[in-house]
């Protein structure tokens, strides 16, 4: 069984890569099942049912978000009729949406959940390693595999849950700074790590925004909008392959996918 996941998908020109190229690239590498953050897919900034519906359509199986799960005004409304769309775990309990998703796929069922660190984050949100130890004991009776994505800024947060986990999960992968880390490999307990995964959108870009918008910000430190770029679109992500008998990865591999290339 190959399982791809894809890094945040960052505005239109992300989600009409996907469309573009999804389907074949899922039938030439024999994929199975695909798992993508959509937290930037309306407009760079969170996500609507629409959008979660137009990636659905083109190929991806599971959506997970990250701290700009809330971005769009109504999405708090529209996430509980989106079954294949979770939100971050160790958000409040009295947010809306599915804290967990299963999928199943011949005769496996994998478990997903996404939680968002603590460093550097904007949301107030319960301990992730706590969270993640509840979950992943909730979840392991009923899944054949679990996938945890850790949706933080630093990488040592990051893979500090790597090793947390390695052993009790199949692969931990990390989202949110939309450029990927190389440092996928599987650990020493058996469990499959990325701390970034990157992003799937433009990389002629500041993680997906406008380069000179971006830049002016840094640079006169004046408010203004950074809009979505548009150069060199490709998705970033890794793909695994799971070993049905032990629960862990067989294989691991960073991917890089763009038009030209
Ligand atoms: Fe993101
Ligand atoms: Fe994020």
Not at 31 to 45: F, H
Not at 181 to 199: E, F, H, P, V, W
Request: charge should be negative.
């Amino acid at each position: 069984m190959k399982i791809l996941i894809l890094g945040d998908i960052v505005g239109r020109p992300g989600r009409s890569f996907l469309k573009t190229h999804l389907k074949n690239y899922k039938s030439v590498h024999g994929i199975d099942c695909i798992i993508a953050n959509g937290e930037n897919a309306a407009g760079g900034a969170g996500i609507t049912a629409k959008t979660a519906n137009e990636i659905l359509g083109s190929g991806v199986d599971a959506i997970t978000l990250g701290d700009h799960v809330w971005d769009q005004m109504n999405f708090n409304r529209e996430i509980d009729d989106l079954e294949r769309v979770c939100r971050p775990a160790n958000l409040p309990d009295s947010n809306p949406g599915r804290d967990r998703l299963f999928l199943e796929q011949d005769g496996l069922k994998i478990g997903i959940f996404t939680v968002l660190g603590r460093t550097f984050m904007g949301p107030k949100v319960d301990c992730p390693f706590q969270t993640a130890t509840r979950l992943v004991e909730e979840m392991e009776s009923e899944s054949d595999f679990v996938i945890v994505e850790m949706h933080a800024e630093t990488t040592s947060e990051k893979e500090a849950m790597g090793w947390y986990l390695d052993g009790k999960v199949g692969l931990v992968f990390g989202t949110h700074t939309h450029v990927p880390t190389a440092d996928g490999r599987i650990l020493k307990g058996g469990t499959a790590y990325q701390s970034d995964i990157g992003m799937t959108g433009p990389r002629e870009s500041v993680l997906g925004r406008d380069i000179d918008a971006c830049l002016g910000r840094f640079i006169d430190g004046m408010p203004r909008k950074c809009p979505v770029a548009q150069g060199d679109v490709g998705m970033q992500g890794c793909l695994l392959e799971i070993n049905e008998k032990t629960g862990f990865a067989k294989s691991f591999e960073r991917i890089e996918f763009r038009e030209n290339e």
